[in-house]
């Protein structure tokens, strides 16, 4: 078993609840840049690495913008990402634009910025020419293998049942008809596999891409100058899992490197990353107050956050450790199932989980929030989206987001003429 420690102390939670109330999503400061610089570490044998957050992971722009620092660029999957992306300064090679299912105008818009398109399809080659007028110079396309992904003996995917990217033929066939219409730059983008909890991933993933850019190249007399290892770096959610060592990943990926491309002749090709959760995910904490019990067929605590602030154990079953702050070192003798209000039975954040025995008033903290959490909140129930706030490095607390409040909540209905009175509490 691993220790799954809070970045927050019961103390420091109670100081931070008198000013800002639960529930909130709270970051480490320290803990994003730790792991940045790691990251950077980790790849810095690679001299144009470069890692794309993936912005939807967590598109708050202070947190962004500390990545920023160390390097990183945007990773985009939307027009409203660019936008966010653009309004922070990333434009550029700062862009990586992996999106599946585009509108065309959002082709022109990243095109517009600077941004390198990844193409998910072969159709949108012709997309991308209609929007664009031209295809930019440097591109990028999404590869899908088919079949079955393993590492060693374990599937991790089945690349076959996944909407994303081109079959090798197509490949192949994009690449030629793109050299052809005058991209001189190439690059090549996989995501074969979510939350691998491994160090061998992207080294396996490597084998596979390298060596396709070598036939690739060999083939089509290209210049491939960057290999898209996209996200799926995992964390591990339970106390059982052992965290990945990104530095470890950094030499698996290296080794691979120096074993295909440095023979080939391609050691100039730059490795780009598109990590999302790994970024942020350990980083990130949605803290809740406990504010009923009930005992009927089971024994349930009640708190004031629900699966429209972390909706992942609701839609994926998905374990998120539970600390009782205060009670880091009390006996798990307790068994509940930790619920949300929502109207849908799978608004629980844990189902018979031993924990402490837990008092109303406790304050609960759900771990790993940082990742795919606040940005995937919703308002059904009319639930509001809770404050995000920063643990700065100096300890001190700053608000990132602010909650919303029901006039936003009715803002979108300016076209009904409601009793404004009644809203503007
Ligand atoms: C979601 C996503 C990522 C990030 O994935 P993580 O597992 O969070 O690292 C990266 N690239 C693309 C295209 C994605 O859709």
Redesign the pocket.
């Known amino acids: 078993m691993y220790l799954k420690t809070p970045f927050l102390t019961k103390e420091k939670a109670q100081e931070i609840i008198k000013e800002f109330p639960t529930p909130f999503h709270i970051y480490d400061e320290k803990g994003i840049r730790e792991n940045a610089e790691n990251v950077y570490k980790a790849f810095s044998w690679n001299k144009g690495f470069k890692e794309y957050f ?1 912005v ?2 967590n598109p708050n722009p202070f947190l962004i913008n500390i990545l920023r620092e160390y390097g990183c660029g945007c ?1 985009c ?1 939307s027009k409203t990402e660019l936008m966010l992306s653009k309004a922070i300064g990333a434009t550029g090679e700062d862009i990586m634009f ?1 999106s599946n299912d585009t509108p065309l105008e959002e082709f022109k818009y990243c095109n517009d910025l600077g941004g390198i398109i990844n193409l998910d399809d072969i159709t949108h080659i012709e997309a991308v020419e209609k929007a664009c007028g031209r295809l930019p110079k440097k591109m990028s396309c999404r590869f899908n293998p088919g079949g079955i992904f393993q590492i060693t003996n374990s599937i991790m995917d089945r690349p076959d049942d996944a909407k994303y990217g081109m079959t090798p033929d197509q490949l192949y066939e994009a690449f030629a008809i793109m050299k052809q219409k005058g991209v001189e730059e190439f690059g090549i983008h996989a ?1 074969l596999c ?2 691998t909890v491994t160090n061998e991933y992207y080294g396996v993933l490597s084998k596979l891409l390298f060596q396709l850019a070598v036939d690739l190249k060999k083939a089509l007399d290209i210049k491939i100058s960057f290999i898209n290892l ?5 964390i591990p959610y339970t106390p059982d899992q052992k965290p990945n060592d990104i530095l470890e990943i950094g030499e698996n990926v290296r080794k691979v490197y120096e074993e295909i491309f440095t023979p080939a002749g391609m050691d100039d090709v730059a490795i780009y990353t ?5 970024m942020m995910g350990p980083y990130g904490a949605l803290v809740t107050t406990a504010i009923n019990e009930k005992h009927i067929y089971k024994e349930y605590i009640g708190v004031d956050a629900c699966a429209a602030n972390l909706m992942r154990p609701a839609i994926y079953g998905s374990y998120h450790h539970i600390t009782v702050l205060g009670k880091e070192n009390a006996q798990k003798d307790h068994t509940y199932d930790v619920t949300g209000s929502l109207c849908e039975n799978c608004d629980k954040f844990a189902i018979n989980r031993r924990l402490p025995e837990i008092n109303m008033g406790d304050i609960v903290y759900i771990h790993d929030t940082g ?2 959490g606040f940005s995937m909140g919703y308002n059904y129930n009319g639930k509001l989206r809770s404050a995000e706030l920063l643990l700065c490095t100096d300890g001190s607390t700053k608000l990132i987001r602010r909650a919303e409040t029901p006039k936003d909540y009715f803002s979108t209905f300016d076209c009904f003429d409601f009793h404004k009175d009644l809203i503007s509490e």
Do not use: C, Q, W
Request: proline share 0%; net charge neutral; aromatic share 10%.
């Open positions: 993936a939807k992971a990773d999957s992996s995501f979510s939350n996209s996200g799926g770096v995992g598109e990590m999302g959760r790994f990742a795919h």
